[in-house]
């Protein structure tokens, strides 16, 4: 359990700095602060929040200490402090108020083991149907030849899964400079067919797992099972890497998430933290609001506006048959 609040003393923190990252797949500028030698991201709108800005691949260090340099307010005066622990640690350790993010998860054994006891046999016959139509998936390295592929998929249609899709339009250049900021620590796999990359996925090595950081594949060779295959081969690389999970990103509902089941993961859910330090986010945490004002919705009524963004995306899409 944390330390009481007052027996932790506050670190020394650096003055309020911006840093250029990428929200929605454009470019932006984000305001962060360094204490104790992490970097974390102030999100400003109703609430101004707290949390660290590359938590997928960082724990916390000392959270005490965080709050202590945070309530001090001398660069920055946040309302919230957000932090979640990562997997495997999936049972809370802190005294904070605490809620939980539903995570995508795969247990990786080995890949034998993935291979005959995690997927459907109707995953196995795709997956060995597809490399006999000539599907190759690899690792690849990050060249322009992969780049040139990135672009003419990012390119194929401007709406995925009934919503504008964030990278159409981009050209190679833009292509090229946006997604090399990770790649020093990301194993990338190309899927080919007839000498075209037709799909790929960037894959994270947080430590304790890999995760897809991007996964995507042509929709005009939809009929090869292009992302099983390339699922599998980040299995294989996962068991190489020593990664006991890969995780695909956050579970929801839908297609995506019965492709997922298919494949083998799991719904595992990770303690997320609140730490409100000011009237302000007490209130927001009070009324819910501290998760933004979609969260506030209840579930029949978002679903609802699912479906009625995907029949307005369908009427106006040329790319819907």
């Known amino acids: 359990m944390s330390a009481p609040f007052s027996s932790v003393s506050a670190s020394h923190a650096s003055g309020v700095f911006t840093k250029q990252t990428m929200n929605r797949g454009q470019p932006t500028t984000i305001r962060c602060i360094e204490i104790g030698g992490q970097v974390y991201a102030i999100s400003k709108g109703p609430l101004t929040v707290v949390s660290l800005e ?35 640690d999936v049972e809370p350790k802190h005294a904070f ?6 995570l995508a998860v795969l247990p990786i054994r080995s890949y034998e083991h993935w291979w005959n006891h995690q997927i459907k046999s109707r995953v196995r016959n795709q997956i060995r149907k597809s490399e006999k139509a000539g599907l ?3 690792e690849v390295a990050y060249d322009n030849h992969f780049v040139q592929g990135m672009t003419t998929i990012f390119n194929e249609t401007p709406v995925r899964q009934d919503r504008p899709f964030w990278h159409w339009g981009k050209d190679f250049d833009t292509v090229k400079t946006q997604f090399s900021r990770n790649v020093h620590r990301e194993d990338l796999i190309g899927a080919y067919y007839k000498g075209e990359m037709i799909g790929f996925i960037m894959m994270g090595n947080a430590g304790r797992y890999g995760v897809t950081t991007q996964i995507i594949s042509s929709i005009r060779h939809r009929d090869k099972a292009i992302s099983n295959a390339m699922i599998a081969k980040a299995v294989e690389l996962c068991e190489r890497r020593r990664l006991n999970h890969l995780v695909y990103l956050f579970w929801n509902d839908g297609s995506l998430a019965e492709f997922k089941r298919r494949c083998g993961f799991e719904m595992i859910r990770v303690p997320r933290y609140f730490v409100p330090l000011t009237q302000r986010g007490v209130l927001a945490l009070r009324f819910g609001f501290h998760r933004g004002w979609k969260e506030v919705l209840p579930a029949k009524l978002k679903n609802s506006l699912k479906a009625l963004r995907g029949r307005w995306q369908s009427a106006g899409s040329p790319f819907y048959s």
């Open 54 to 88: 590359d938590d997928w691949f960082e724990d916390v260090t000392n959270p005490d200490t965080v709050i202590a340099t945070l309530r001090e307010g001398v660069d920055v005066k946040p309302d919230l402090f957000t932090f979640w622990q990562r997997l495997p």
């Open 97 to 102: 108020y605490v809620e939980w993010d539903q």
């Open 136 to 138: 190759v998936v690899r």
